[in-house]
C-alpha cells in the first residue's frame, strides 16, 4: 500500500517502426511519453519540416475525430434508444486496437459517411425550407380574405385602389381616421393585436388629398411577392411542406435503422482518437533519420508488458529497451501511480481531490481511510440509512456496468455504508424511529457523543504528527522531528493525563506528572529549534513561535465536534420527520403518510450523505493533512485510447 515504483524507460527503433511501437505503447496504457525537447535543451528533437509535418498530422486526425463524434451525435437520436436498465447492464465492447482496425476494414467507410452526410444536409435543407414556408404561411394567413393580387390591379382613370397595413392604438385613431374620411372607401382584410390589413379605394381627383391622409396614418403599401392570390398559395405550400416533411420522416426511419452504421462510427471514433494521441506522441520524439528515440514512465511491476507487446509487433533486433532507476532530482517529474488493496483503493479519491503525493512523499490514503470510515459513519448514523446505501450500491455494482471511474465511485459509498449502519446501531436510530437497544442516545448522551468526536479527533491528529515525526527522521533531520512532531506528541500526552487525573480518575500524582511532561515538550521544542538553526536566538525565537501554534491545535480540536454536531442534528430531523407523520390521522397516515414519509427521508438522506461527505473530506485535508502532507504530485497520463464507447482489450496488465 504504497506509491507504485517507476521506471524510467527509453527505447530506440527505426523509423519504418514507430507506428508499430507507438501502437503496442499504446495498447498497454501504462506508459507516459516524455517531451525530450523540453527535458533536455540540449537535443535538438526534430527538424522543423517533421515538426510542422507531425502538427498537421495531428490537426487533420482532430477534425476527422470531431467530424465523427458530430455524426454520431447526430445519427444517434433517431436510432431506437435502450431502456435505462438495459443500458446500465450491457457491457461496452472489448477489443484490441488491431482488432478494431480489422473489424473497420470490412466496411466501407466511405459510402457510410457520405450516406449519413447526404441524410443530414437533406434534413437540415428540409428544416429550412417548412421553416422559411411557415414563415409564408403565417403572412398569407392573414391576407387569405384578398381575392386579388394587389400588384396586378390597373388603376383606371377615374378610381385608385391600395391595398397595405396599418398600425394599431389604443384609440384606433389612425385606422378611424381612414374609414371615416369622406373621399376614402375602406375594405378591411384583417385585424391583429398590432395593424390591420386594408384595401382602400379613392376617387383620382382627390389623390393627392388621399395619399396626405394615408401618410398622416402610417399607411404602409403591402410588398406581395407571390404571383397567385393568398387562397391558392396557401394550398401550394401545404402541398410543399407535405412533401418535405414525408421526405424527412422517410430518412429519419433510414436513419432509425442503421445501428451498423452507429457501430462503424463508434469504431472511427475509437481509432481517430488512437490515431490522434499517438500523432501527438510523434511530436514528443527524438527523430534521426534512420533512427528515432523515446523516453517515458511506467510502472516498475509492468516493465515486462512493454518488452511482450514489442515483441508481439517486430523483431527483437529492432528495437532497444533501457530501464533507468529515478533520480534525485527527478522527483518532482515523476508521475504517481497508487497502489492499494481493495479496500483503500476506492478512497484514493479522496487523496486525488487534495493532491497526489510527490514522489518522494507517502502515499496518505491507507491513513485517513479508517478515520473517514470512522467520521462519515458517525455523522450520517443511521441504520435504515445505512442499509438504504449499502442495497443501492450492492445491486449497481453486482448487476449494472459503469466506467472505471464510476464503479470507485460506487465501491467508495459502498464501503461507507458499513460503518453508517453500525454508527446508526450504536445511536439505535432507524429512518428516526428509536431501536430496542440504544448505546448511546442522541438526546441524552450527546456530552458523551461530543468527547467521542473529540477523542477521535486527538487520535487523528496524533497520527498525523507521528507521520510528520517518521518523514523528518526519514528525511535526517532529528531537531525538526522533535520540535514539528515529538514535542508536540509529548505535549498532547500531557495535557491527556492532566485531563483524565482531574475529570475522570481524580489522582494528583498523575495530573502533576502530566503537567511535568506537557513542560517538558515545551523545552524540547525550544531546544530542538534552537540547536537546529545556525542562528541560535532566531532558533530559540522560531521555537516560540512554533509553540504559539497551539491556538492553532485547540481550533483543530473544537473542529471535530462537527461529529457529534451533524449525527444529532441528522437523527433530531429524522425524528422530527416522523412525529410529523405520527400526528395525522390514521387513514392519512398510512396513504399520504407514506409518501411524505419517503420524500421527507429523501431528502435529510440526502442532505446528511452530502454533509458527511464534504465534512469528512475537510477534517481529512485541514485538520489531518496539515500535519505531515504536502502533495503536488500529477497522476499518470499515459498513451491511451478514449474508451468512450469501445473499451480496450489489454491481454499484458495480469
Known amino acids: 500500500m504504497a506509491i507504485a515504483k517507476m521506471k524510467k524507460i527509453k527505447l530506440i527503433s527505426f523509423q519504418n517502426q514507430k507506428d508499430a511501437i507507438l501502437e503496442g505503447i499504446q495498447s498497454l496504457q501504462s506508459i507516459e511519453l516524455i517531451d ?75 459510402l457510410i459517411l457520405k450516406t449519413l452526410n447526404d441524410a443530414r444536409q437533406r434534413l437540415k435543407q428540409n428544416d429550412q425550407e417548412v421553416e422559411r414556408l411557415n414563415e409564408e404561411e403565417s403572412f398569407l394567413l392573414k391576407w387569405q380574405k384578398l381575392e386579388h393580387i394587389p400588384s396586378d390591379i390597373v388603376t383606371n382613370e377615374y378610381v385608385g385602389t391600395l391595398t397595405g397595413l396599418v398600425p394599431q392604438t389604443v384609440s384606433d385613431s389612425f385606422i378611424r381616421e381612414i374609414k371615416n374620411h369622406k373621399d376614402i372607401f375602406v375594405e378591411e382584410v384583417f385585424q391583429t393585436k398590432d395593424e390591420y390589413g386594408i384595401t382602400v379605394a379613392f376617387d383620382r381627383k382627390f389623390e393627392q388629398e388621399v395619399n396626405k391622409v394615408l401618410d398622416e396614418n402610417h399607411f404602409a403599401v403591402l410588398h406581395y411577392p407571390f404571383e397567385e392570390i393568398p387562397g391558392i398559395e396557401l394550398n401550394r405550400i401545404s402541398e410543399e411542406k407535405t412533401q418535405m416533411i414525408e421526405d424527412s420522416k422517410a430518412l429519419k426511419e433510414q436513419l432509425g435503422k442503421m445501428q451498423k452504421e452507429e457501430w462503424v462510427l463508434k469504431l472511427m471514433v475509437e481509432i481517430s482518437y488512437a490515431e490522434l494521441q499517438r500523432a501527438r506522441s510523434k511530436q514528443l520524439l527524438v527523430d534521426e533519420r534512420h533512427l528515432f528515440v523515446l523516453e517515458g514512465w511506467m510502472e516498475d511491476s509492468k516493465v515486462g508488458d512493454i518488452r511482450e507487446a514489442l515483441e508481439e509487433r517486430l523483431e527483437k533486433e529492432n528495437f532497444a529497451l533501457v530501464t533507468e532507476e529515478v533520480q534525485e532530482e527527478e522527483m518532482d517529474k515523476v508521475p504517481i501511480v497508487l497502489e492499494n488493496n481493495k479496500v483503500v483503493t476506492p478512497f484514493e479519491n479522496i487523496t486525488d481531490m487534495y493532491s497526489l503525493p510527490k514522489y518522494n512523499e507517502m502515499d496518505p490514503t491507507p491513513f485517513l481511510t479508517p478515520f473517514y470510515l470512522l467520521f462519515f459513519g458517525m455523522m450520517l448514523a443511521d441504520l435504515g440509512y445505512g442499509m438504504l446505501l449499502f442495497a443501492a450500491t450492492a445491486v449497481a455494482l453486482k448487476f449494472f456496468h459503469f466506467d472505471k471511474g464510476m464503479r470507485k465511485n460506487l465501491s467508495f459509498f459502498h464501503l461507507l455504508s458499513y460503518p453508517t449502519m453500525m454508527w446508526g446501531l450504536i445511536y439505535g436510530s432507524f429512518f428516526g424511529f428509536e431501536l430496542p437497544f440504544v448505546l448511546l442516545s442522541t438526546m441524552d448522551d450527546v456530552n458523551t457523543i461530543l468527547v467521542l468526536s473529540i477523542v477521535f479527533g486527538v487520535l487523528q491528529i496524533l497520527l498525523g504528527l507521528g507521520l510528520r515525526t517518521y518523514l523528518l527522521l526519514r528525511d535526517k533531520d532529528p531537531f525538526g522531528a522533535v520540535a514539528e512532531g515529538i514535542g508536540w506528541i509529548v505535549i498532547f500526552v500531557g495535557i491527556i493525563m492532566v485531563l483524565i487525573a482531574n475529570m475522570v480518575f481524580p489522582n494528583a500524582f498523575v495530573a502533576t506528572l502530566g503537567q511535568g511532561i506537557a513542560i517538558a515538550g515545551v523545552v524540547a521544542i525550544l531546544v530542538a529549534s534552537t540547536l537546529g538553526s545556525e542562528s541560535k536566538g532566531l532558533g530559540f525565537g522560531s521555537g516560540l513561535y512554533n509553540l504559539y501554534g497551539i491556538t492553532g491545535y485547540v481550533g483543530d480540536i473544537v473542529s471535530y465536534t462537527r461529529l457529534m454536531a451533524l449525527g444529532v442534528s441528522g437523527s433530531s430531523i429524522a425524528l422530527a420527520f416522523n412525529m410529523i407523520i405520527g400526528f395525522l390521522p390514521p387513514v392519512a397516515r398510512f396513504t399520504v403518510g407514506i409518501l411524505l414519509f419517503i420524500a421527507l427521508h429523501s431528502i435529510n438522506f440526502g442532505l446528511s450523505l452530502l454533509s458527511a461527505y464534504v465534512h469528512g473530506a475537510r477534517l481529512i485535508f485541514v485538520e489531518f493533512f496539515g500535519k505531515f502532507y504536502e502533495g503536488g504530485g500529477k497522476a499518470l497520463n499515459p498513451l491511451k485510447t478514449s474508451e468512450e464507447y469501445i473499451e480496450l482489450k489489454n491481454n499484458y496488465n495480469r
Open 36 to 110: 525530450m525537447s523540453a527535458e533536455y535543451a540540449e537535443v535538438n528533437a526534430m527538424s522543423v519540416s517533421s515538426r510542422d509535418y507531425f502538427e498537421s498530422q495531428s490537426k487533420e486526425w482532430e477534425e476527422k475525430y470531431n467530424s465523427y463524434q458530430d455524426l454520431l451525435s447526430f445519427l444517434r437520436p433517431y436510432l431506437p434508444q435502450p431502456k435505462m436498465l438495459t443500458k446500465l447492464r450491457t457491457p461496452k465492447e472489448m477489443l484490441t486496437i488491431q482488432e478494431m482496425q480489422t473489424e473497420l476494414s470490412k466496411v466501407d467507410k466511405e
